[in-house]
């Protein structure tokens, strides 16, 4: 049996999202996402662990969909890809997070 070592539980996640960094920004796709983070499918250069980022990603509302600015640190990198932690989610966007996390689960 594997242990989780998260705080919160990781959903598969397919969608692009565009990761923004002090000497630019990369489009890539997430591997998987939680309230706490993400992984994405991203090897670049100027990431190198704790270095911010905001990750824009697109999600539910009760209106559609609407894009959110996540700021995050990068947690570490590997071959497998590039994991961020994010900081503190203003209220909208942790509201929107949960409901699309609730929605991969159905």
Not at 15 to 35: A, K, N, P, T, Y
Not at 49 to 58: A, G, H, Q
Request: hydrophobic share 40%; charged share 25%; glycine share 8%.
């Amino acid at each position: 049996m594997i242990l989780e070592r998260r705080a919160s539980a990781r959903k598969p996640v397919g969608q692009e999202v565009m990761l923004f960094h002090e000497q630019g920004h990369r489009l890539c796709r997430i591997h998987d996402l939680s309230l706490r983070g993400a992984m994405l499918q991203l090897g670049w250069g100027a990431l190198t662990r704790d270095v911010s980022v905001e990750l824009m990603i697109s999600l539910p509302t009760a209106n559609g969909r609407s894009s959110y600015r996540l700021p995050a640190n990068v947690a570490r990198v590997t071959t497998a890809g590039t994991a961020i932690k994010f900081r503190e989610l203003d209220s909208g966007a942790h509201e929107a997070m949960q409901r699309y996390l609730q929605a991969e689960k159905r």
